[in-house]
Nanobody, 124 residues
Framework: DVQLQASGGGLVQAGGSLRLSCEVS????????IIWFRQAPGKEREGVSC??????HYTDSAKGRFTASSDNAKNTVYLQMNNLKPEDSAVYYC???????????????????WGKGTLVTVSS
């Protein structure tokens, strides 16, 4: 049974930092790309970051401020978010996609598993 659980959200002031965690079970991180998405109220879900065994990718909204990392021993992927802005407020989700060899170059499509989200609220 595959499970992904995002945690670490909360309320933070603009300019602050949060580290989100995505704990996975039932899969091996080396075989999957882990993608972070977010969805703000009234907006479409958007990709934020991807991490695979071979590469990482960040969308424009995350570049220079967010860093994805993984700890395979703990089956956990992290998203360090610095210099947070009010527009970063959203529910953040992690998802997993089988890596067929092209890592994050596959984009932000074709997820095989989704986790429940964690709410991030950034106050101005």
């Amino acid at each position: 049974d595959v499970q992904l659980q995002a945690s670490g959200g909360g309320l933070v002031q603009a300019g602050g930092s949060l580290r989100l965690s995505c704990e996975v079970s039932g899969i091996t991180l080396d075989d999957y790309d882990i993608i972070w998405f977010r969805q703000a109220p009234g907006k479409e879900r958007e990709g934020v970051s991807c991490i695979s065994s071979s590469d990482t990718h960040y969308t424009d909204s995350a570049k220079g401020r967010f860093t994805a990392s993984s700890d395979n021993a703990k089956n956990t992927v992290y998203l360090q978010m610095n210099n947070l802005k009010p527009e970063d407020s959203a529910v953040y989700y992690c998802a997993a996609r089988v890596d067929i060899g092209n890592g994050c170059k596959a984009g932000y499509y074709g997820m095989d598993y989704w986790g429940k989200g964690t709410l991030v609220t950034v106050s101005s």
